[in-house]
């Protein structure tokens, strides 16, 4: 059975997330080495690639993108996202600024996005104006 990078993190930080530095650092030379002898040693850069996104998984955090037209303070995101009904303290938040917004904000999510710019009431504006022929 070949296992993925992705699988290798999710194991990787099993091993290490309860352990104290030393340890960890010791686990993650047996794994490094377990990898090489078995001639997967080329997967490690994708296994640490993949680190993160794992420890979130396990620790239940979800990674969220918070696009806004101007910059975003960490404060104002937050409340976005608890408006939003999304507990910040269990999101790993990346915020980017897309001028195209115009104004609002939009929220990514894993399978979701909640769309509050000004873009987007523009576009839904335009199809009602196509749809009754006002256009």
């Known amino acids: 059975m070949r296992l993925t990078p992705k699988e290798l993190a999710r194991a990787l930080y099993a091993a290490t997330k ?59 995101a937050e409340e976005l996202l608890r408006l939003a009904g999304i507990d910040p303290r269990k999101a790993a938040v990346n915020r980017r600024t897309v001028p195209d917004l115009v104004a609002g904000a939009r929220i990514r999510r894993k399978d979701t996005i909640i769309d509050t710019s000004a873009r987007r009431l523009l576009v839904r504006i335009r199809e009602g104006a196509r749809s009754s022929g006002n256009e």
């Open 18 to 76: 309860d352990a104290s530095d030393k340890e960890a650092v010791a686990r993650v030379a047996r794994f490094a080495a377990t990898l090489a002898a078995q001639g997967l040693g080329s997967l490690l850069p994708a296994v640490i690639e993949a680190l993160p996104a794992a420890a979130n998984a396990a620790d239940g955090i979800e990674e969220v993108t918070v696009e806004s037209a101007h910059d975003m303070s960490e404060r104002a």
